[in-house]
DNA sequence: TTCATTTTTGTAATCGATACAAAATTACTT
DNA sequence: AAGTAATTTTGTATCGATTACAAAAATGAA
């Protein structure tokens, strides 16, 4: 499943965005790469391939994506805020001592009718199985 | 329903925190507000009562009682991280336009059986009615 | 090309949040 | 009650993610 740079503009033109570099490249990475990147990791990945990039546009460009609910945001997250593509809506999972972000694969919530809510946010906090183990080696 | 000071350093005590006089302040305040302040809305509105209160003692207080599952936070708005109960679960709805925060009562949906959870955070973003027929207005 | 609009840049500044060590308070023991 | 250890609170200094803003560049239309 190859999804090219026009595929990608075409579908930002579909939800209502004109299709800059910038915005192109980063919905790019984030179909490339299904980690969770704060804006500054993003940033500095597509530097490389963008020398010049200032990270105030990569700021813009993930505001105007999220406002056109391309992409989603994980909020509380020390480094600041994680990005993600907002198809197919899922659950996160954040453990409380690393960090770490994983996708958790399950249906979110209806909101009540009378809202108009544009976006759903399902975060789990806790401590992931890799932290659990560390603890127990310490308590050894 | 009142709910008195030693109520509330028995409800502590039970959820293994020490009750000191300023964590007693913040779920008190809590109890009696069911807005959702910012940590500095708590302080400013806390220091009337408890002159020479810290904004830093706010901020230790607010994370040790969420560490200890008192209270639970709201990330993501501009204006910083806004605080709530963690007693009754419920969802969030927060305006994207004025930023205001109510409370949804609704379940939570179960986290999935191996992963070790203490939060679930489930926020609705939209419009709020209010902003809504704001918008309407200047469109006319 | 020319002009208007949109996008990008880059620096400066904002401001929520934290680090840290000293001071104050509290709990515990004798 | 006095002494001591542990906890809590304070306050300043600082960090660092994010934003403001205006200039520059790129894009699109006529």
Chains 1, 2 share one sequence.
């Not at 993003?42 to 460009?61: C, D, F, I, K, M």
């Amino acid at each position: 499943m190859i999804t090219t740079n026009v595929d990608i503009s075409l579908q930002l033109r579909r939800e209502g965005v004109r299709p800059s570099v910038t915005r192109v490249a980063v919905v790019k990475y984030l179909m490339e790469h299904h980690n969770h990147p704060t804006v500054d990791e993003l940033y500095a990945h597509l530097v490389e391939q963008y020398p010049g990039l200032s990270r105030t546009t990569v700021y813009n460009t993930v505001h105007t994506l999220v406002d056109s609910r391309v992409l989603t945001t994980i909020e509380g997250s020390p480094e600041g805020m994680r990005v993600d593509l907002a198809c197919n809506p899922h659950a996160h999972f954040v453990c409380d001592v690393c960090g770490a972000v994983a996708d958790i694969a399950m249906e979110l919530p209806e909101p009540p009718d009378q809202l108009s809510v544009t976006r759903t946010q399902l975060v789990f906090r806790g401590v992931c199985c890799n932290c659990k183990s560390i603890d127990k080696e310490k308590i050894n």
